[in-house]
């Protein structure tokens, strides 16, 4: 039984997953798709950041947007030569060496200085207490009749409620909120997701935090 009921909550947490996923901004699901997916060969020698750029938005379809604040850097040269590697890759490997960085932002992906992205994050706390314990099922008492020969019957009435049991352990809820929210912006050292007592820490964006909060809330309406 108690076999069957651990089966019966993982999938719950997969069904519950997957349909989180479904609500998930359908542009951002088809940008992290690609940067995960999409393999890209370069062949950028002495090339400006703009055009490798504007080469891997014409390859990819991805909406890449410069952001002013990097203007200067996105015109420096470099030279990067890959083969068959991940977009996100790429990308990483392109915008690093100038610390730079994109994010998804309103649909688009804003190359812009790690610094911007630093600034721009803010800490909030997610309670999810609520989350992490399912109500439990409280059972009937246990009553058992017994017979004493000096007092005659006996009725023993006893009650055995079951502990609360965890709906999400911490790990799995905070891998959750990362793979639907926020995109690549997770990797990004000033953004962050740390549980304690109850409460979720994260630091990241005010867009990322718009989606974790809208997430957390699907999660509870599919308990």
């Excluded at 997916?37 to 909406?63: E, M, P, Q, W």
Aim: aromatic share 4%; glycine share 8%; charged share 25%.
């Amino acid at each position: 039984m108690k076999k069957l009921m651990t089966a019966m909550a993982a999938a719950a947490v997969m069904v519950s997953a997957a349909r989180a996923q479904e609500d998930v901004d359908p542009r951002k699901r088809d940008a992290v798709g690609k940067l995960n997916g999409l393999k890209v060969t370069v062949d950028f020698a002495d090339t400006t950041v703009r055009a490798a750029i504007d080469y891997l938005r014409d390859l990819s379809g991805l909406n890449f947007h410069i952001d002013a604040a990097c203007n200067d850097k996105a015109d420096e040269k470099i030279t990067l030569k890959v083969k068959d590697l991940s977009l996100k890759t790429v990308v990483k490997l392109l915008l690093t060496p100038k610390e730079l960085t994109a994010v998804w932002r309103d649909g688009v992906m804003v190359v812009m200085p790690k610094g911007g992205v630093s600034s721009a994050t803010t800490v909030q706390v997610y309670d999810v207490r609520d989350l992490m314990l399912r109500v439990g099922d409280f059972p009937g008492p246990k009553v058992e009749l017994s017979s004493n020969p000096a007092q005659g019957p006996t009725i023993t009435v006893g009650w055995d409620p079951e502990p609360p049991k965890p709906q999400f352990e911490e790990d799995l809820l905070m891998e959750l909120v990362k793979g639907n929210t926020g995109g690549g912006s997770w990797e990004n050292p000033a953004c962050s997701i740390t549980y304690a007592n109850g409460m979720l820490i994260v630091s990241q964006g005010t867009s990322s935090h718009r989606e974790i909060a809208d997430f957390l809330n699907k999660l509870r309406q599919m308990r």
